[in-house]
């Protein structure tokens, strides 16, 4: 530069080109900067999602499994529900069978009502002609109680009144067999002996018919009775009365009853007495009194008395006739009596509420059974 004065260059073409390069190059590094920053922040974003998409992934297949399950539990409650429905409809078909039975049930009850209404207006007719029935028997019964005891107490009078003309028949009969039997040929003394037996026989009538009057209108004392005692006493007057007798006479120890100490007494005299009697002509004659106890249907224990001898017995087609006053079954000139010992036996065992009864085979003895 001359003359002092300043020279200023001016940049060449090249160098602003590479100026303009470099700013390009700067703007273009300072943009890829910044798009780096975002690719950086998209891989980021990009990672998160991929984070997020496995964590999704597995929550998924978490609920793949689930729904898988719920699935199969749907299957399952799918067959039970079916079974169910089933179940139902097997209760709906039974429901309806037990319905038509329960209509007809209903229809038999209302039935039954109405049988048992007619049978109710039966029953109370009935009970009404059965209560007319009970107070015409109970009427019936006084008056014929009432009967009995005028019949009794008329058979005890007559039975007293004719003892004594009875005895002077027997008395006026003897007189003339002992006096003027001379004076009577065979068969007048005949005639007279057959008047002394029969008078003989109406007298022990007349004492049995009193004893049968006296056991009916005699008044009943109930006390303990050893029967066992009384029996014993029996046994040795009879054994005294006929000293040539075998017999074996069993008698059951310390039997004790309730009942009238006198009554029964003339019991056990009439039932040791036939069998003394109807055993007489065995070779060798057991009589046995006892005990036993059967259970009954009311009381617990019933003791049922007996008196058993190995006799001539009885045929039972006869069994009825026994207990009714002057029946016989054998004749008198086989056995003596009246006829009358049972009925009295009878009569004294029902007044003491009890029962008897008799049992026997021909040849093979009697034994006859009473309650009390």
């Not at 002609?129 to 007559?158: C, D, G, H, M, P």
């Not at 007996?306 to 001539?312: A, E, L, Q, R, T």
């Not at 008897?356 to 009390?372: P, R």
């Amino acid at each position: 530069m001359t003359g002092g004065a300043v020279r200023t260059t001016q940049p060449s073409s090249a160098s602003r080109h590479i100026t303009d390069y470099t700013k390009a190059i700067l703007n273009i590094l300072e943009d890829f900067s910044v798009e780096k920053a975002r690719l950086e922040e998209t891989q980021r974003a990009v990672l998160n999602i991929i984070e997020d998409s496995a964590d999704e992934k597995m929550n998924l297949e978490g609920t793949q499994r689930a729904v898988i399950n719920i699935l199969d539990d749907f299957t399952g409650e799918r067959d039970r529900l079916e079974e169910t429905q089933r179940a139902a409809l097997n209760i709906l078909e039974d429901f309806s069978e037990e319905k038509t039975r329960l209509e007809e049930t209903q229809k038999a009850m209302l039935n039954l009502l109405e049988d048992f209404d007619v049978e109710r207006a039966k029953t109370e007719t009935v009970n009404l002609e059965l209560r007319e029935s009970v107070l015409s028997l109970q009427i019936a019964k006084e008056a014929t109680e009432a009967a009995n005891r005028e019949i009794e107490s008329f058979a005890y009078s007559v039975s007293h009144d004719l003892r004594t003309p009875l005895r002077a028949v027997a008395g006026f009969s003897q007189l003339l067999l002992a006096d003027y039997s001379g004076k009577l040929d065979n068969e007048g003394q005949d005639h007279l002996r057959r008047i002394v037996v029969a008078a003989e026989k109406m007298g022990w009538l007349i004492d049995d018919l009193l004893k049968l009057s006296q056991v009916s209108m005699a008044v009943m004392e109930r006390v303990p009775v050893d029967l066992s005692s009384l029996a014993v006493k029996i046994v040795d007057r009879l054994k005294n009365m006929h000293p040539g007798r075998q017999a074996e006479v069993i008698i059951g120890e310390g039997i004790i009853a309730s009942g009238d100490e006198h009554l029964l007494t003339v019991v056990i005299e009439n039932l040791l007495g036939n069998a003394w009697k109807f055993t007489e002509r065995q070779e060798k004659a057991v009589i046995e009194f006892g005990v036993k106890e059967e259970i009954g249907h009311i009381s617990p224990i019933r003791p049922i008395y007996f008196v058993k001898d190995n006799g001539v017995g009885f045929d039972m087609t006869f069994v009825g006739k026994l207990f009714n006053p002057f029946q016989r079954l054998h004749k008198i000139d086989e056995f003596p009596g009246t006829g009358i010992g049972l009925a009295t036996v009878k009569r004294i065992i029902n007044r003491h509420g009890g029962d008897v009864w008799i049992e026997g085979e021909i040849d093979k003895g009697t034994t006859v059974y009473f309650t009390l």
